[in-house]
């Protein structure tokens, strides 16, 4: 059932060059436009059936409780400035409702706990550390590493020269995470993640059931970055045994995003990437990590994400490049063949995520808006 948003809504530009006969446009419902905001996700906090969003900018993390996005502000950052560069929700104390926990590029990572649906848009979610030493954080990902049925945490430490610089580690949830001092941190990339260490994406590409983890090193300001790599995940032995690390490429000037897909159907995982502070979306053919290109021209595609848009059986893909300010759907014909889509032409991004906004069965896109001070969500117009 399709539940009603009474939003603003803005219509979408949605062309391509080589389509002759568009698809309906997608359309932009804005959340808020208050600042400069690089991180947003959705999740159900009040216990409504309806997706609220919560967003950090201008020194806190609110909640927008839809359907009429009123904020509530349920953490005030340390020191009262910043903004939180990446999120994930997560149901940390296993009560069945989902937490929150974000990024600092100067600080350590965190989490919030949600105080249950009856009292979850009224504030008070208690802030607790992740982990005491991780710091100079670009990116966390939630996913279960170790197939306990439990998702963990990924977390960079991106900055070279502070806390367990160079390196990635995939954090458990401990035994008592309302009185621990910080989770279980795994180093799976231990100092050989130089470069300026992206976004990560955890899929099984040599299909053993276990997950391994790619990152796109930016390079520029720091040394030996511009490459895509991901490390082997080793098994049930994955805490004890070194992770081996495979180079997908190197001289990918400003290298981003990397996410898990069967691009073109042949059973086999590829990779799909972006060079988030460059030009460029591509995707790796398994094995051969053969380069293919899906977009030449949207310059600083800096948030990705991968999903069946259309539902045609393949998975698509959407990006939002910032200098380019152009919003983009890419459709797969299931070869790996890309049709481009323009969703948006007037907007920026730097966290895009693809989740069903709308309750109506497709997927919609959530997007944080960076340097446009908002954060939007585009309406899938297909219907289940």
Partial sequence: MKMKLSVLLLTGVCS????????????????????HCNTAVALD?????????????????????????????VHRLFGGGGACIHSEVIDVDGDGDLDWAGTLSDDHPFWLENPGSDTADRGGWTPRMIDLEITGVHCILRSDVDNDGRDDLIINNFEPEKGIGDSISWLSVPKDPLNARQWDRHV????????????????DIDGDGWKEIAVGAKGAPFADGNWFAYWKNPGAENVKVAWKKVILAENQTAATNILPADVNGDGKVDWLASRGHGVGVIWFENPSWKIHDIDTEIRS?????????????????ATCGYESERVMWYENDGKGNFTLHTLDDKQQSYDLRTVDMDGDGDLDLLNAGRGTMNVVWYENPLKK
């Avoid at 391509?16 to 600042?35: C, F, I, R």
């Fill in 188 to 203: 799976f990339a231990d100092k050989d993640a130089r470069g300026g260490s992206h976004y990560m994406g955890a899929g």
């Fill in 301 to 317: 595609p800096h948030s990705l994400t991968v999903a069946d848009h259309d539902q045609d059986g393949d998975l698509d893909a």
């Fill in 45 to 73: 906090a009040n216990g409504d059936q309806l997706l609220d969003v919560i967003a950090s900018f201008n020194g806190r993390v609110s909640l927008f409780v839809a359907p009429d996005w009123k904020e509530t502000i």
């Fill in 16 to 35: 391509s060059t080589l389509l002759a006969d568009e698809p309906v446009a997608w359309k932009k419902h804005v959340v808020m436009n208050q600042g």
